[in-house]
């Protein structure tokens, strides 16, 4: 009776202490670095295609741009634009650090660097550095959860970003993180010096091929006075087919 007795007291400790380990392990909280890292994985893939729109709301009106975009992993992209027929067949290749942009109707092409990347993007909210920036955060930032907040009827971590690299646009970022689908929901961008220059805010989110995608957005220079730039994502198709002479200066013509 003693050894049964005995045998079921270890029996319990050991299930409890297996218990204990677990919850343990579930509630143990997540990082800065490892939510910053799950953000990445859900936007990130080797090759992928979208179409979109970008409504430019300006002092005198608004005006939309139709593109479509071919994107290789980090380093490589080509945008071509479709509408209005003003900017149809202007062309942007990205090739690592380098940006070139056709105009069709000089047909020249154009090599974008300097204090030229710096400039806006057809008179939006976005500038060539934005187009050209790394799309995986963990490359650029140290990442820190500051707080929490409910954010579009979302629980958000709210995270602060500090740059790891010298040659950036932004210093320091303020992000809002969906905690379930681990999306950037809200961005704030800072200088060296900590003054707001641009604000990024989603409006919608839509799942494709098993990833929570940003589809309607908002980008504000907060240096300038207007309503911002709205951009549309419509198709995006992930881990897509694309050829490689694509991404060559001889597809911009």
């Known amino acids: 009776m003693k050894k049964v007795t005995a045998f079921l007291i270890i029996s319990f400790l050991f299930v409890l202490s297996v218990l204990l380990t677990t919850s343990t392990w579930a509630q143990t909280p997540l990082t800065g670095e490892e939510i910053l890292r799950r953000v990445d994985a859900n936007i990130g893939s080797d090759n992928k295609i979208a179409t979109a729109e970008m409504i430019i709301h300006g002092r005198r009106g608004s005006r939309a741009i139709k593109s479509k975009s071919w994107v290789s992993g980090e380093e490589k992209s080509y945008t071509e634009y479709l509408?209005?027929?003003?900017?149809?067949?202007?062309?942007m290749?990205?090739?690592?650090?380098?940006?070139?942009?056709y105009i069709p109707s000089t047909d020249r092409?154009?090599?974008i660097a300097g204090h030229m990347?710096?400039?806006?993007v057809m008179g939006s909210d976005l500038s060539y550095e934005d187009m050209m920036e790394d799309p995986?955060?963990?490359?650029?930032?140290?990442?820190?959860?500051?707080?929490e907040e409910i954010y579009l009827d979302r629980p958000c971590w709210i995270l602060e970003l500090t740059a790891?690299?010298?040659?950036?646009?932004y210093h320091s970022r303020k992000i809002w993180v969906d905690k379930e689908r681990y999306v950037s929901l809200k961005e704030e961008r800072f200088a060296r010096s900590g003054k707001l220059l641009?604000?990024?805010?989603v409006k919608e989110v839509r799942q494709f091929q098993n990833r929570w995608v940003p589809?309607?957005?908002?980008?504000?220079?907060?240096?300038?006075?207007?309503m911002g730039t709205e951009y549309k994502i419509e198709t995006i198709e992930f881990n897509a087919d694309i050829p490689e002479a694509l991404f060559t200066k001889a597809s911009l013509r």
């Open 117 to 120: 990347l710096r400039q806006s």
């Open 198 to 201: 641009k604000i990024f805010e």
């Open 215 to 226: 589809t309607r957005m908002v980008f504000k220079d907060a240096l300038k006075n207007g």
């Open 136 to 147: 995986e955060l963990l490359n650029l930032y140290e990442a820190n959860i500051i707080g």
């Open 164 to 169: 790891k690299v010298e040659d950036i646009s």
């Open 83 to 91: 509408a209005p027929a003003r900017e149809e067949g202007t062309k």
């Open 93 to 101: 290749l990205k090739l690592e650090d380098q940006l070139w942009t």
């Open 109 to 111: 092409t154009i090599k």
